[in-house]
């Protein structure tokens, strides 16, 4: 049986990181692409040699030309410039928005059929942008973040009540920007929703809302430790989650940016909701119901990805066709 291919675009401290992880996983053979040339050979050499001793079999190989990712099952793309402290994600938009350009036409032209997954920040205004730069069906192109935000979210909420991160489950929408929406009410420890561990005097309300915020900056926080660049092996683990839901047909439920077309209101917009991952890539889009508060914060986030997809149009006007 062929293995899976999976194409990882951009071989930075991301794209090395899921590399292994692939390998680790067994999820298929992996190509990294980079147009720094010797970064890819050197990443996919050196986890290679890294097989015997972890006991995986997996091709790895280092490309500098986009038809080195021919019939990819899966592309993974992290090309683009990172934020350094003092910036915020959107300073990036400009300059990624052109890459995205670049990462479009060559998955357009080299793996049509691929399963996309977008990690170039700013994130959803990205991922709109790849979309149709790809001409890829909608259901076939998602933004890396919900997991990720998630993921921190739920290790927040473990450490406050001192449980395994296993039985934290957690839920964080909209956009992946300060605005994004961690949603206590949808957060369970142990199946228990968040607001009654505050009623049981588990926690407190300040403590939650000191967590949500820190959710919020969590992309920060590891900007402003790391200093030269931005946080790699949570977004990894998390694009890895979603591919090998993809691959498996696993259908897990995901929160992820997703294409909405009359979902949750809104219209050619790529925002974070929680979707169904399987073999036909989001399958299903599911729609919970917010409250009057969840609601106004989804709406203000909303807002903040629309102005950068409005920056997008104004920087490539052929985007609106
Ligand atoms: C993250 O949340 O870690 C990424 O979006 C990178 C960043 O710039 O914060």
Request: with cysteine; hydrophobic share 45%; aromatic share 6%.
């Given at each position: 049986?062929?293995?899976n291919?999976?194409?990882?675009?951009g071989?930075g401290?991301?794209?090395g990181?899921?590399?292994?992880l692939i390998g680790l996983?067994e999820?298929?053979d992996?190509?990294l692409?980079d147009?720094?040339?010797?970064?890819p050979?050197?990443?996919a050499?050196?986890?290679?040699?890294s097989?015997?001793?972890?006991?995986?079999?997996?091709?790895l190989?280092?490309?500098?030309e986009y038809?080195?990712?021919e019939?990819?099952?899966?592309?993974i793309v992290t090309a683009?410039?990172p934020?350094k402290?003092?910036m915020?994600?959107?300073?990036?938009l400009?300059?990624?928005l052109r890459?995205?350009e670049?990462?479009?036409?060559?998955?357009?032209?080299y793996?049509p059929?691929?399963?996309?997954i977008?990690?170039?920040?700013?994130?959803d205004a990205?991922v709109?942008a790849l979309q149709?730069?790809?001409?890829?069906a909608?259901?076939k192109?998602?933004?890396?973040a919900?997991?990720?935000?998630s993921?921190?979210?739920?290790?927040f909420l473990a450490?406050e009540f001192g449980?395994s991160v296993?039985?934290?489950?957690?839920?964080?929408?909209?956009?992946?920007?300060?605005?994004?929406?961690?949603?206590i009410r949808?957060?369970?420890?142990a199946?228990?929703?968040l607001?009654?561990l505050?009623k049981?005097g588990w926690t407190?309300?300040e403590?939650?809302?000191a967590i949500?915020?820190?959710?919020r900056?969590g992309?920060?926080?590891?900007?402003?430790l790391l200093?030269t660049g931005?946080a790699?092996?949570?977004p990894a683990a998390?694009?890895?989650?979603m591919?090998?839901?993809?691959?498996?047909?696993?259908k897990?439920?995901l929160p992820?940016a997703a294409?909405?077309?009359g979902q949750?209101?809104l219209?050619?917009?790529y925002v974070g909701?929680?979707?169904?991952?399987?073999?036909?890539?989001v399958?299903?889009i599911v729609?919970?119901?917010f409250?009057?508060d969840?609601?106004?914060?989804?709406?203000k986030s909303?807002q903040?990805?629309?102005g950068?997809?409005?920056?997008?149009?104004?920087?490539?006007p052929?985007?609106?066709e």
């Amino acid at each position: 049986m062929a293995r899976n291919k999976i194409a990882l675009i951009g071989s930075g401290m991301i794209g090395g990181t899921l590399a292994h992880l692939i390998g680790l996983k067994e999820l298929g053979d992996v190509v990294l692409f980079d147009i720094a040339e010797g970064t890819p050979q050197g990443k996919a050499l050196d986890i290679a040699q890294s097989s015997p001793v972890e006991g995986f079999d997996a091709k790895l190989k280092g490309v500098n030309e986009y038809a080195g990712i021919e019939g990819a099952d899966v592309c993974i793309v992290t090309a683009g410039v990172p934020r350094k402290p003092g910036m915020s994600r959107d300073d990036l938009l400009g300059i990624n928005l052109r890459v995205m350009e670049q990462v479009g036409a060559g998955i357009k032209k080299y793996a049509p059929n691929a399963f996309v997954i977008c990690i170039t920040n700013p994130l959803d205004a990205m991922v709109w942008a790849l979309q149709k730069f790809s001409g890829l069906a909608p259901e076939k192109v998602v933004g890396m973040a919900g997991v990720l935000d998630s993921a921190r979210f739920r290790l927040f909420l473990a450490e406050e009540f001192g449980v395994s991160v296993e039985d934290v489950s957690a839920m964080t929408l909209g956009g992946h920007g300060d605005d994004m929406v961690p949603l206590i009410r949808y957060s369970t420890v142990a199946g228990i929703p968040l607001p009654d561990l505050v009623k049981m005097g588990w926690t407190t309300q300040e403590k939650l809302d000191a967590i949500v915020e820190r959710t919020r900056k969590g992309g920060g926080e590891i900007v402003g430790l790391l200093k030269t660049g931005s946080a790699y092996y949570a977004p990894a683990a998390s694009a890895v989650a979603m591919a090998e839901s993809y691959l498996k047909d696993k259908k897990r439920v995901l929160p992820c940016a997703a294409h909405l077309s009359g979902q949750y209101g809104l219209n050619d917009t790529y925002v974070g909701v929680p979707v169904v991952i399987g073999a036909g890539g989001v399958e299903k889009i599911v729609e919970i119901a917010f409250n009057k508060d969840e609601q106004a914060m989804f709406e203000k986030s909303v807002q903040a990805v629309s102005g950068l997809t409005d920056a997008c149009l104004k920087i490539v006007p052929a985007l609106a066709e």
